[in-house]
């Protein structure tokens, strides 16, 4: 479903590409923003596509994955709210990784061919563009790291803080135990057993089979 959003009083305005934007931008470009809900299991972005729009994440939680050097499409990342989607269209680039919704959300979208109507792609906009870039660089980064940790407890946990920083609040809202068992290259009774253990260490809180809450995350250091 698509909707015109109202860009002065959104939430996350903060955190997207528009509100990172000098305020001339702004304002031209607050006619021709499109907010797109999605649900669970659209393909919001494909690996090797010149996207023809630029397309942030307001909120829900998406599973990244690539293509690798066998040929096999793997799990990279779970990424959230603040992410743009095909923003490497804006150079004429091909999209690098799937992108897959694991919830219900929303996005909002600038077409290419509107930025170049409105004369917009100047330094202003490349600069708020390149840090959001960066943003995502680094937490793919991250997601890199997790999978070089030793022990699945460990992972697990640093998985979920990485996830309750990508929905922005403190209540986790889970993917599968069979999506975080690929992410992590285990079982799904591995990732089950690990949840529990956790809760049982007073790491987590489960509030219910889709949700749980991090107590402390400081504990995560101290986790075996």
Do not use: Y
């Amino acid at each position: 479903m698509n909707s015109s959003p109202r860009c002065p009083l959104c939430a996350a305005r903060n955190i997207c590409l528009v509100g990172r934007l000098p305020a001339p931008s702004q304002d031209l470009l607050t006619s021709a923003v499109r907010e797109i809900t999605f649900v669970k299991g659209d393909v919001l972005l494909r690996q090797g596509v010149v996207s023809p729009s630029i397309r942030t994440v307001k909120l829900g939680t998406l599973l990244a994955s690539r293509n690798g050097p066998d040929g096999v499409q793997r799990p990279v990342a779970l990424l959230g709210r603040g992410h743009a989607l095909g923003q490497h269209g804006v150079f004429g680039h091909e999209t690098q990784m799937d992108m897959v919704a694991l919830t219900p959300g929303r996005l909002c979208e600038l077409r290419m061919a509107d930025l170049r109507r409105l004369q917009v792609l100047d330094m202003g906009f490349l600069q708020a563009l390149h840090a959001i870039m960066v943003h995502t660089f680094g937490r793919l980064a991250d997601w890199g790291q997790v999978m070089r940790m030793r022990g699945q407890q460990r992972q697990l946990l640093a998985a979920l803080r990485l996830l309750a920083d990508e929905q922005g609040n403190g209540m986790v809202r889970l993917p599968s135990q069979q999506t975080l068992a690929e992410l992590l290259s285990t079982s799904r009774e591995s990732v089950a057993r690990n949840l529990r253990q956790l809760e049982e260490d007073g790491v987590l809180r489960r509030i219910d089979r889709r949700h749980c809450e991090l107590i402390e995350p400081q504990q995560a250091a101290r986790v075996a």
